[in-house]
């Protein structure tokens, strides 16, 4: 027996497998801690929308080719050079790997106002996520995106990749655009600055969260492992 975390990711299973049987995967969502991003440390919240002001985009884990992190960029100096006001805060440890981040941060012509955090702590990105006008997902492919469902969680929009096993798990809870074409992102950006597109997502957000349960995460893994038991005995 096999568990994926997505429809996408069991598809892709079956794609390097094919002579896996379908029925021998079982689609088990992840889950979602909705107390730690609904239960927000006001205090750090108020801090980071003073450091990095009213409106900000947050991109948010680690820097790969496969998360379009420049591409997240590219659309914020499009959104910009639209008269558009706010800033772009990446966070992430920066990696050697991939330099790209920095150095076309450092050549924007907005350069001021994207800004390079670094590694966030874990108990304060909750907060960071709050504060945030809506979390940027421009990734090319995802298995799970349980970043969606954080934000979620913190009532924040979000601005989410059309691909993979994204759709399926943001539903109708996300603006979407082609991560290939950055003017659709900045399109998205400039969208999401309308206060009833805003309440439009948060409504729909929560409404998408009673979807993703540990606890029902946790039931469909058992019962999963004890059809498999009940198979090896037959």
């Not at 969208?191 to 946790?218: M, N, T, Y």
């Amino acid at each position: 027996a096999l568990l994926s975390v997505s429809d996408f990711t069991k598809e892709e299973i079956l794609d390097f497998a094919p002579k896996i049987p379908e029925k021998k995967i079982t689609r088990i969502w992840n889950g979602i801690e909705k107390e730690r991003f609904q239960n927000i440390d006001l205090r750090k919240k108020s801090c980071f929308q003073k450091k990095f002001g009213e409106t900000f985009f947050l991109v948010a884990g680690v820097w790969r080719e496969h998360k379009n992190v420049v591409g997240a960029i590219r659309a914020f100096e499009i959104f910009r050079e639209k008269g558009e006001k706010g800033r772009l805060v990446i966070t992430g440890r920066e990696d050697k790997h991939y330099p790209e981040v920095r150095e076309m941060s450092e050549k924007s012509p907005f350069s001021e106002d994207i800004l390079l955090t670094g590694y966030i702590p874990f108990e304060d990105i909750p907060a960071l996520i709050s504060a945030s006008t809506a979390l940027i997902f421009p990734s090319f492919a995802e298995g799970s995106g349980l970043p969606l469902l954080e934000a979620m969680a913190a009532n924040t929009p979000v601005l989410c990749s059309n691909t993979s096993s994204l759709p399926e798990v943001g539903g109708d809870a996300c603006l979407y655009f082609d991560p290939k074409n950055t003017k659709e992102i900045a399109q998205s950006m400039k969208k999401i600055l309308q206060k009833e597109e805003q309440v439009l997502l948060q409504k729909k957000g929560q409404k998408r969260l009673h979807l993703f349960s540990w606890d029902e995460a946790a039931q469909e893994t058992q019962m999963a492992f004890e059809r498999m038991e009940e198979n090896m005995v037959e």
